[in-house]
């Protein structure tokens, strides 16, 4: 049995070949089996942002088709792993990155690209810690160059939704 430990793993496509997006409409979701206790485990793609500024279907299926989400997400699974922390009741500990991308009419799961994820990242935490113009301040420095991340381009698109323009 694998032992609960905080591992920051580097995955492959092999490690996400059984990797899905749910809602393959607007990827709200993305589920798959753990690359280290390969339990099942999904991660909501929107939890590190505040309620205003969550991703809507509509914001998706309006995107231009390179958009794509970069993040770093855990395992959650719900099998036992001993020496889990107190008061962790899910996971193994692993984290990885993934992107999520379209491909044709569907959402695909893919290994992270590093300096999306590293810019996704950075954006949630700003986003948890501050207000809405130091968020506006941080996506405006990483989109310069980057197609579009989970935060940044909900981001931009409640920021020129408020008539900025
Ligand atoms: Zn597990
Ligand atoms: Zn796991």
Not at 42 to 63: G, H, K, Q, S, Y
Not at 84 to 95: I, K, L, M, Q, Y
Not at 112 to 124: I, K, R, T, Y
């Amino acid at each position: 049995m694998i032992t609960y430990k905080k591992t920051q793993l580097q995955v492959s496509q092999t490690d996400l070949k059984e990797w899905r997006v749910n809602n393959g409409h607007a990827p709200t979701s993305v589920t798959g089996p753990c690359p280290r206790c390969e339990d099942e485990t999904t991660d909501p793609l929107v939890r590190d942002l505040p309620e205003n500024l969550l991703m809507t279907a509509d914001v998706f299926t309006a995107a231009p088709l390179r958009l794509q989400i970069s993040r770093i997400i855990e395992c959650e699974c719900s099998e036992p792993h001993p020496k889990r922390p107190h008061g962790v009741s899910v996971g193994c500990g692993a984290s990885w990155q993934i992107t999520v991308k379209r491909s044709g009419a569907h959402w695909i799961v893919e290994a992270g690209d590093p300096v999306m994820a590293a810019a996704a990242m950075e954006l949630a935490k700003e986003a948890a810690a501050n207000d809405l113009k130091s968020i506006r301040a941080t996506a405006e420095k990483w989109l310069a160059g980057v197609a579009a991340l989970l935060g940044l381009f909900t981001l931009s698109g409640a920021l020129v939704g408020k008539g900025h323009h």
